[in-house]
C-alpha cells in the first residue's frame, strides 16, 4: 500500500514570497490533515478535513495560508505572503475515520524562508 | 497553561534500562490519546493507543488516568534503537471530536 506523498520535499523562498505544497494522501483515506512542525515542537494541526469539507481549521492563519482538498482527495497548502516565522516542516496526514484511527504521516515538506 | 505537556527531556540512559515519560491535558472532555514516534528529520508514526485500561505491546506499556488528566509510556529494557521523540497525541473535546494536539515530545538518548 503506497503512503502519503507530498510534494516539494525542500523549499527555499524570500519573505513575501508565495509557495504551495501538496500532498496526496493513502487511497480511501476520508480524513486529511495538515501540520505545521517547528524545529523543537511537535506538530500544531492547520487544517483536517473530512472527505472534501473542513472540519477544523481553528489555528489556520486565514490572513496568508489557504488549503483545499478537491474532489477529497488530493490537497494543497499555500502561504501568500511567506514570513519568517513560516520556517517550518508541513505534515500531511491522513486516517480512516475521523477520531481514533491512526494517523499515517507524509514526509513533510521542509520550507526556509529568508 | 499548554493543553498537552510533556517534560522535553533529553532522557540520556544506557541500553538494559527502564525509563518512563509521563504527559499532561488539560481539557477533561478529551476522548483519545495515543504516543507517536518520532525520529530525527522523519515523520511521525503511531507507537501505540491508550486505553482506559492500560495496555501493553512488548517492551511498551502504556496507561491512562482520566482523573489525573495524564497518561504515561514505560519503556522496559531499553535498546539503542529506541533513541528518538516521543509525542503525546491527545484528540477529541471539541463540539465534533475533531481537535487533535500533539505535545512537544520528550527525546530519549539510549547509550551503549
Known amino acids: 500500500e503506497a503512503g502519503v506523498a507530498q510534494s516539494p520535499r525542500y523549499k527555499i523562498i524570500e519573505k513575501r514570497q508565495s509557495v504551495a505544497f501538496w500532498c496526496n494522501p493513502i487511497s480511501g483515506h476520508a480524513t486529511l490533515y495538515w501540520y505545521q512542525q517547528i524545529l523543537g515542537q511537535g506538530p500544531k494541526l492547520l487544517i483536517q478535513?473530512?472527505?472534501?469539507?473542513?472540519?477544523?481549521d481553528s489555528q489556520l492563519p486565514k490572513d496568508r495560508f489557504s488549503a483545499e482538498r478537491l474532489k477529497g482527495v488530493d490537497s494543497t497548502l499555500k502561504i501568500q505572503p511567506a514570513k519568517l516565522e513560516d520556517s517550518a516542516v508541513y505534515l500531511c496526514?491522513?486516517?480512516?475515520?475521523?477520531?481514533?484511527?491512526?494517523?499515517?504521516f507524509g514526509p513533510g515538506t521542509r520550507l526556509t524562508v529568508l | 497553561r499548554k493543553e498537552v505537556e510533556q517534560d522535553p527531556g533529553p532522557f540520556n540512559v544506557p541500553e538494559g534500562a527502564t525509563v518512563a515519560f509521563n504527559c499532561t491535558y488539560s481539557n477533561s472532555a478529551s476522548q483519545s490519546f495515543f504516543w507517536y514516534r518520532q525520529d530525527c528529520r522523519k515523520e511521525p508514526k503511531l507507537l501505540m493507543s491508550v486505553y482506559s485500561s492500560g495496555n501493553e505491546d512488548g517492551r511498551f506499556t502504556a496507561q491512562l488516568n482520566r482523573a489525573s488528566q495524564y497518561i504515561s509510556l514505560l519503556i522496559r529494557d531499553s535498546k539503542l534503537s529506541d533513541s528518538a521523540t516521543y509525542l503525546c497525541v491527545v484528540k477529541g473535546g471539541d463540539t465534533g471530536g475533531f481537535k487533535t494536539i500533539f505535545g512537544a515530545g520528550t527525546r530519549l538518548f539510549v547509550k551503549a
Open positions: 496526514a491522513s486516517s480512516s475515520r475521523k477520531g481514533e484511527y491512526e494517523q499515517f
Open positions: 478535513f473530512q472527505n472534501n469539507g473542513v472540519v477544523d
